[in-house]
């Protein structure tokens, strides 16, 4: 039987809040090491770096691959993962109000690339920075724009890329 997004996310919950000690014969002794919203902030980063994978890696049923399926697949399994992320965030207490890449993924965030760019990054320390399999970013805020330098893996080196996160209304 497959979970629904609420199921899921209650059970990434738990698995988070408790570390269990095994005493033998089958006894479990339960340490709750994280408390609720501290568990939901883990499920949450989880499910983003789930959704940062390629979506190729979660596209299989069993051991069979069929590239014809993979837009479906990928697609649907995207979609489950926001879905819970969803679930994850409106249990939440306090609430970030700041783009995530669920909205990155449905379109919500927009950026602009910003081909002559003054601002020396050197100088600055970024806000985030992450990484997926082809590409790594550091993010900065200045004056209230949001910009983000994005490097390819395969040439650190090379000069990043410049965008501006666009404004919503």
């Known amino acids: 039987m497959n979970k629904t997004p609420k199921e899921e996310a209650t059970e990434m919950i738990a698995v988070f809040r408790q570390r269990c000690k095994f ?3 089958n006894h479990f002794e339960t340490h709750y090491v994280l408390n609720e919203q501290q568990a939901i902030n883990c499920a949450i980063l989880c499910v983003d770096r789930i959704l940062k994978t390629d979506p190729q890696i979660i596209t299989y049923e069993g051991n069979k691959y069929d590239p014809t399926q993979y837009e479906k697949h990928a697609k649907g399994n995207t979609i489950y993962w926001i879905e819970v992320k969803r679930e994850l965030e409106s249990r939440l207490e306090d609430k970030d109000t700041s783009p995530s890449i669920t909205d990155w993924i449905l379109g919500l965030e927009t ?59």
């Not at 600055?124 to 970013?137: A, C, G, R, V, Y």
């Not at 080196?157 to 996160?165: F, K, T, V």
């Open 23 to 25: 005493l033998g014969d």
């Open 111 to 169: 950026w602009t690339e910003v081909p002559e760019c003054e601002i020396d990054f050197k100088k600055l320390k970024p806000t985030d920075i992450s990484n997926s399999l082809h590409i790594f970013e550091e993010k900065y805020k200045i004056d209230g724009d949001e910009y983000r330098l994005l490097y390819p893996i395969s040439n650190p080196n090379a000069s990043p890329r410049i965008e501006i996160l666009n404004k919503t209304k």
